[in-house]
């Protein structure tokens, strides 16, 4: 059986339809480009992978030989150290690499890392960078490596995203017709953003909510910028808490810096949490069996009040269980897209 | 490609009654006995067994779900992107299990089953009920219990079809037609 090129490919994200299954694709840079049949494969991969890290044996042989190398331009514990597991369980060689300590420091520049990092064989680069499209950059010059974004900038981060996803789908069965209530610093979270289109595309109705300087604006507008259409059409903005959260599914509250008061976005921290502070009172409002989200760090008393970060609607550390296995769907993804990592078999 | 039906539902019938005879005859009963199924049709097939086999002994025989994506040699070489659930109901160390699968090839997803059971525990023994045997072996591995011998060619392809999943019953050999 002769495997073709994908009829329909797109050189920026590699992304392609192979056998109307699951789209091959090189590199994973947010969550715009994913054809909703496609996250819904990357959450029924996401299960199988769940079901690895519950054996005695946590270890599969499906990445053997392979080399994976996170390369954090910014500080995480979570997203890394989840990354770092993946790749192990997968029996990948992971290697971790931050800015500090390295060439970086010498001033070497991201192309020039990537590229060293190619010619060393490395064959998926996981990426976290603090400038937006630093990921989509490295994916457009780097040709034998995989990369997936794990956060750049205020742009995007399509593992948090899909993890969420599962984690909802876990719970309610379904995405169709969810209530998702964002609520807090949506301006500046790439959480929100990877968020809004994955669960716009599984068709979740998905409400943004917290101070008006910290929403994007452009989404207040009824029918703005948006095509006719468009998925992220449906988001509905509200700056009233105490109404958007009426009969939501899911309440994911963001992480407020401390910084966003003092660079005059908030008037105060005390006005902050008596507004939008995802609250107990506040989410008896929302359905009996609502879920509470957060992707962490969490500013514990600020964001969310503690008795409910750790209360039983609060899916937190599941989130963080999930983490593990998404990103084992989606490493595992990328290393069956023919043609990279010097197998030109894969296309006879 | 040509199409020619190779088995129809009785013959598939037939043969899965046999293969669960010779299955409880081989073994003696069900002690110890747990059918493996290999995603997706060996699974249908192994549900198949057990409903024979408790018809018959009155028991039923626990039946294992294994998806082997994960233990292929041949990542990239195929398309076979999608991972289905593998499940243990039972513990199998020290049991006698029959794995199945629909059509008996290379050997290579045999021996990846075989390498991905090895995590869950040390079967006492492992038997292997093949639907249908084509040829052209790569590994040293055969079948305990065969529904049906085909010689085929490299180039055909041979499809098995289950009600379960594919609506019908039957095996069919596709030819390439010049």
Redesign the interface.
Known sequence: ?S?SHPATFDAYSGAGQ??G??N?RQHVLDLDDFLPSEIA?VL??T???K??LK???K?????RGRVVVTLFYEASTRTRISFEEAGKV?SADVINMGASGSSVEKGESLLNTGLTLQAMGVDILVVRHPHAGAPNFLARHLTKVSVINAGDGLHAHPTQALLDLFTVQEHLGSLEGLKVLIVGDVLHSRVARSAMWGFAKMGANVTLSGPGTLLPLDLLRPNGHLPEGHCLASVKVDTNLDRAIVGADVVMALRLQSERQVSGYLPSMREYIRRWQVTESRLASAKPNALVMHPGPMNEGIEISSSLAHGGSSVIEEQVTNGVAARM?LL??V????GV?G?P??L? | MAEHQIMNPDDIRRALTRVSHEILEHNRGIEDLIIVGIQTRGVTLAHRLSKNIEEYEGNQVPVAEL?I????DD?????????????FPVDIRDKKVVLVDDVLYTGRTIRAAM??MN??GRPQQVQLAILLDRGHRELPIRADYIGKNIPTSLEE?VKVRLTEIDGVDEVAILRRED
């Open positions: 059986m495997l192979v056998n299954e699951l091959l494969s029924e991969n299960r199988s992978m079901e690895v054996r005695d044996i270890k599969v042989p499906t990445l997968l769907a595992y993804q290393s069956i897209f023919p990592n197998s078999k894969a006879e | 998806d994506s994960l233990h292929r990542l990239q070489h195929r398309s076979r992107p999608m991972i289905k659930p593998t499940s390498d991905a995590d869950f392809q």
